[in-house]
C-alpha cells in the first residue's frame, strides 16, 4: 500500500515560502561544543575542509582521542585482564570500565549499571538482543514490528531471527508528516506481537519519533519495545525511564568517541530472564567443571571488553552531558511530553531548513520547520541529477556529506527514489557552515544543465 507523503508534495522547499520566518541570528547567545574535536584539513586556497555527515560518524572529541592514547601509552596498560587476573592493574581496569559502564547508564537514566551491556557497536547489540532474547522468547507464529525509517541494523538481524524461530515480520508505515505515529502503529499491532522495533530519530530524514506514545501503546498489550537511539543520543535528553523501553542501543561512533564501541541497554526485570548468549570468560560462571558449567542468566557480555574504546566513550559521554542546553519543557499543555532537543541542534535544524528552500530545484524529504522537534539531519534531492552527482561536486569544494541510500533502502522506496543526498550538521558546526553549504549548493544547483521539465 502506497503511503500518501504529504511532506513531500512540493520541490525546492516542502513549506509555504510566504510562512517561513527569516531571523537575524546572534551566534553569541547560540551555544555549542566549540573546543574538543578534531581539526579540519584546509583546502589550497587556505579554507577548511567541513565535514557534514555526522549522522555516519562523528568527529571524535578531543577528549575521546587522548584517552585512547593515554591508554595505550600509560605503564603496564597491556597487561591488565578485567575479570581474569587479581593483580592491581586488572582491579584498577576493572574499576575504571565500571566507572565508565556507570556514566552510560547515567546519559539514559538507567537504573543499574548491570542494564549496561558493552558492545562492539549498536550493530552487535540488536544481534546480540536478536540472538538472546528472540532466540528465548520469539516462537512461530508471533510477530516483530519494525518501521520503514529503520537503519538496515534494525531491519536484518529481526529478519534473520524470524526466519529461525518461525515468527512473522511486519512493517509500520511514517506517516504523512514524516514520523511514526499510534494511529499507524494501531493498525499493525496485535495479541501475536512480541516485539516492536524502531528508531527514535530517523539517519535520513532527521524527524523525531514520538517514542514514549509508541511505547505507551505497545504496552497496553503487553509488547517489548527496542528503540535505536543512535541518533537521538547526539543531540536530545534519552532518559529510558520516562521513554518505558526494554532496551535501547547507542553507538560509540556516533557520540564522538572511537569506532568499535557501543551498548545494549536491557531493564533489570527483562534481563534477568535472559539466557547468556556470548560464553566463556570470568564473570558469567558461578561454577565451571568438564560435565557442565552453571551460566548466569543476563550475563551477555564474554571475554575482555573493548577497554580503551568503552573508556574513550566514557570521557565522549562526559563532555555531551556537560555541553547540552535545553529549553525549559512546559509542565502542562500538548507538548508538554514533547522531545527534547539541544538548543543549538534545534537552531540549526531550523536554519538549514529555511535555507534550503531557497535553492532552486530541490526536493527535501525531511518535514518542515514548523513540525515536531527535529534534528538536523536533511536528504535532498535534485531535480535530474544523480545524488552521486551532488556529492562529487561539493567533495570538489570541501564540503563533505553523504549520497546514496544511507542503509535504508526500504525508507527509499516508501519515498520513490532510488538514492538521495544528506547532509548532517553537528555541535561542533556553526550557523556560518549552514550557510556555507547553501550557498556553495546553489552553486553546484546553477552549474548543472537544466532538464526540459526544469523551469
Known amino acids: 500500500m502506497e503511503t500518501n507523503l504529504g511532506f513531500l508534495t512540493s520541490p525546492a522547499g516542502v513549506w509555504s515560502k510566504k510562512n517561513r520566518r527569516r531571523r537575524t541570528v546572534d551566534t553569541a547567545k547560540t551555544v555549542r561544543i566549540e573546543q574538543g574535536t578534531v581539526h579540519e584539513s584546509s583546502l589550497e586556497d587556505g579554507a577548511k575542509s567541513m565535514y557534514l555527515d555526522s549522522a555516519s560518524r562523528s568527529k571524535p572529541f578531543q577528549c575521546s582521542v587522548d584517552a585512547l592514547q593515554q591508554f595505550y601509552t600509560r605503564e603496564n596498560a597491556y597487561v591488565a585482564n578485567v575479570g581474569v587476573c587479581s593483580n592491581t592493574l586488572a582491579k584498577e581496569l576493572a574499576f575504571e570500565i565500571d566507572q565508565a559502564r556507570s556514566c552510560i547508564r547515567s546519559l539514559i537514566n ?163 530472564s535472559i539466557p547468556a548468549f556470548l560464553t566463556g570468560g570470568e564473570s558469567m560462571f558461578s561454577n565451571v567443571s568438564l560435565e557442565k558449567s552453571a551460566i548466569e542468566c543476563g550475563r551477555l557480555e564474554a571475554g575482555f571488553p573493548p577497554a580503551a574504546q568503552v573508556l574513550a566513550l566514557a570521557s565522549s559521554v562526559q563532555k555531551l552531558k556537560s555541553s547540552l542546553v535545553f529549553e525549559s519543557a512546559p509542565a502542562v499543555g500538548p507538548m508538554r511530553n514533547s522531545p527534547q532537543v539541544d538548543k543549538h541542534s534545534a537552531l540549526l535544524s531550523q536554519i538549514l531548513l529555511e535555507q534550503l528552500s531557497d535553492v532552486p530545484r530541490i526536493t527535501v524529504y525531511s518535514p518542515g520547520p514548523d513540525s515536531r522537534p527535529r534534528v538536523p539531519i536533511c536528504a535532498f534531492n535534485v531535480d535530474g541529477t544523480d545524488a552521486e552527482v551532488i556529492q562529487s561536486m561539493l567533495r570538489e569544494k570541501g564540503i563533505y556529506i553523504s549520497a546514496g541510500t544511507h542503509q535504508a533502502i526500504p525508507l527509499h522506496r516508501e519515498l520513490g527514489i532510488e538514492s538521495s543526498v544528506r547532509v548532517s550538521f553537528s555541535h561542533y558546526n556553526t550557523v556560518d557552515d549552514v550557510a556555507r553549504f547553501t550557498d556553495t549548493l546553489k552553486l553546484a544547483v546553477d552549474e548543472l544543465p537544466r532538464s526540459r521539465s526544469s523551469p
Open 110 to 272: 538507567g537504573d543499574s549499571e548491570s542494564e549496561i551491556v558493552l558492545t562492539g557497536g549498536a550493530t552487535e547489540a540488536i544481534n546480540i538482543l536478536a540472538m538472546s532474547w528472540g532466540s528465548s522468547f520469539l516462537q512461530a507464529g508471533d510477530e516483530i514490528i519494525v518501521s520503514t525509517m529503520e537503519h538496515h541494523s534494525n531491519i536484518i538481524p529481526w529478519q534473520m531471527i524470524a526466519e529461525r524461530t518461525g515468527a512473522k515480520l511486519k512493517f509500520l508505515n511514517i506517516s504523512p508528516k514524516g514520523d511514526l505515529q499510534v494511529k499507524n502503529l494501531a493498525k499493525t499491532i496485535n495479541p501475536r506481537t512480541k516485539l516492536l522495533a524502531v528508531t527514535h530519530v530517523s539517519h535520513v530524514l532527521g524527524s523525531v519519533n514520538d517514542v514514549k506514545s509508541l511505547v505507551d501503546y505497545a504496552k497496553c498489550v503487553n509488547v517489548k519495545v527496542l528503540v535505536d537511539a543512535c541518533q537521538s543520543l547526539p543531540y536530545m535528553k534519552v532518559d529510558v525511564k520516562q521513554l518505558g523501553c526494554d532496551f535501547l542501543v547507542g553507538s560509540g561512533n556516533k557520540l564522538f568517541a572511537a569506532g568499535g564501541v557501543g551498548f545494549l541497554y536491557v531493564k533489570k526485570s527483562v534481563l534477568k
